[in-house]
């Protein structure tokens, strides 16, 4: 089992910046992928970005691009989203996720792809 719990959300104008954090216990962290995604009121839950056990590939969805960073400190067992030049459309609840069933520095994109799921933490972005 896996416990993560996400911090670092809040409200910003379009255009600032917010870092989320998960921390993670339970089991050693460097053994597993991580991921952030988000899930907007009526919508899917969209991945955002991913970065392998190992913290040497990342991956981006194309809305975040240039503007989100995923970084780990295995050391501190987190996972961090940096968020910058926010805009209103990045409004949504954010989940931090970890996946087991990668293969070496495989990314997954897709929800049920990961195994264990943090409670979320709020971003709201005002125009």
């Known amino acids: 089992q896996v416990h993560l719990v996400e911090s670092g959300g809040g409200s910003e104008q379009a255009g600032g910046s917010l870092r989320l954090s998960c921390t993670a216990s339970?089991?050693?962290?460097?053994?597993?992928?991580m991921g952030w995604f988000r899930q907007a009121p009526g919508k899917e839950r969209d991945f955002v970005a991913g970065?392998?056990?190992?913290?040497?590939?990342?991956d981006y969805a194309n809305s975040v691009k240039g503007r989100f960073t995923i970084s780990r400190d295995n050391g501190k067992n987190t996972v961090y989203l940096q968020m910058n030049s926010l805009k209103p459309e990045d409004t949504a609840v954010y989940y931090c996720?970890?996946?087991?069933?990668?293969?070496?520095?495989?990314?997954?994109?897709?929800?049920?792809?990961?195994?264990?799921w943090g409670q979320g933490t709020q971003v709201t972005v005002s125009s």
């Open positions: 996720a970890a996946d087991f069933r990668f293969v070496l520095e495989t990314i997954h994109v897709i929800p049920g792809q990961y195994d264990f």
């Open positions: 339970g089991r050693t962290f460097s053994n597993y992928a």
């Open positions: 970065i392998s056990y190992s913290g040497r590939s990342t």
